[in-house]
């Protein structure tokens, strides 16, 4: 390593969040931060990838990047298989966080809330939009269990398809979305000397509440 980690470091010009232009509620401004996100963040960075963070019964936290795939007034859509790692850690603990950063526009949002399983038509009807070896892939892969080598995953590939050979493949039980149901947003835009704007919204008693969060 050439550079001290203590050394690396940016400095944030970009524009403040003030108050003043923020919206009473968040996802009002959550679709207008995404929407720059789209249109500024380059490849490879993908606009809707996000850190997911749960927690599984013994109390240990465990990320990973996904990237959302719905976005409504009832909250945040994923899509996992529901045996996976993460599924069983929903399933113990159905409380979770999501983080996206925008490094270009130097922006990250934070959401934590409750998650529960979407219906199965919305599963169903987001699995038919998606590319027929991701869809094979969904009954292929036992996510998060340990295989062999990869030679053993290309089989289970290689079986599935021969399986599907003559007919569409349905989405499978173990499959689905999950939906955050959001309690609390914090939007963060970066500012000069780590003097941060952060714009808190917490949900109290059916009603958002807006508040400024130290740096």
């Given at each position: 390593?050439?550079?001290?980690?203590?050394?690396?470091?940016?400095?944030?010009?970009?524009?403040?969040?003030?108050?003043?232009k923020?919206?009473g509620?968040p996802?009002?401004l959550?679709?207008?931060?995404?929407?720059?996100?789209?249109?500024?963040e380059?490849?490879p960075?993908?606009a809707?990838?996000?850190?997911l963070?749960?927690?599984d019964?013994?109390?240990?936290p465990?990320?990973?990047v996904l990237?959302?795939?719905?976005?409504?007034e009832?909250?945040?859509t994923?899509?996992?298989?529901?045996?996976?790692?993460?599924?069983?850690?929903?399933?113990?603990?159905p409380?979770?966080a999501?983080?996206?950063?925008?490094?270009?526009?130097e922006r990250q949002v934070?959401i934590?809330?409750?998650?529960?399983?979407?219906?199965a038509?919305?599963?169903d009807?987001?699995?038919?939009?998606?590319?027929?070896?991701s869809?094979?892939?969904?009954?292929?892969?036992p996510?998060?269990?340990?295989?062999?080598?990869?030679?053993?995953?290309?089989?289970l590939v290689k079986?599935?398809?021969?399986?599907?050979?003559?007919?569409?493949?349905?989405?499978?039980?173990?499959?689905?979305g999950?939906?955050?149901?959001p309690?609390?947003?914090?939007?963060?835009q970066g500012?000069?000397?780590?003097?941060?704007?952060?714009?808190?919204?917490?949900?109290?008693e059916?009603q958002?509440?807006?508040?400024?969060?130290?740096?």
């Amino acid at each position: 390593m050439t550079q001290s980690l203590a050394d690396m470091r940016r400095d944030y010009t970009r524009d403040g969040l003030a108050e003043a232009k923020a919206p009473g509620e968040p996802f009002a401004l959550f679709h207008q931060w995404f929407a720059d996100a789209v249109k500024t963040e380059q490849p490879p960075v993908e606009a809707n990838a996000m850190t997911l963070a749960s927690v599984d019964g013994e109390g240990r936290p465990h990320c990973r990047v996904l990237l959302l795939k719905g976005l409504d007034e009832r909250g945040f859509t994923f899509f996992t298989n529901y045996d996976s790692a993460k599924g069983q850690q929903l399933l113990t603990n159905p409380f979770a966080a999501m983080t996206f950063f925008w490094p270009a526009l130097e922006r990250q949002v934070r959401i934590e809330g409750r998650v529960e399983k979407v219906t199965a038509k919305e599963s169903d009807d987001y699995y038919q939009v998606r590319p027929l070896g991701s869809r094979l892939g969904a009954w292929a892969s036992p996510q998060s269990r340990v295989i062999a080598d990869r030679e053993e995953l290309e089989g289970l590939v290689k079986a599935t398809e021969t399986r599907f050979s003559d007919t569409q493949p349905h989405c499978p039980e173990h499959w689905g979305g999950y939906r955050l149901l959001p309690e609390r947003i914090e939007f963060w835009q970066g500012r000069a000397s780590r003097l941060h704007d952060r714009l808190n919204y917490r949900l109290v008693e059916g009603q958002w509440l807006r508040e400024r969060l130290a740096p």
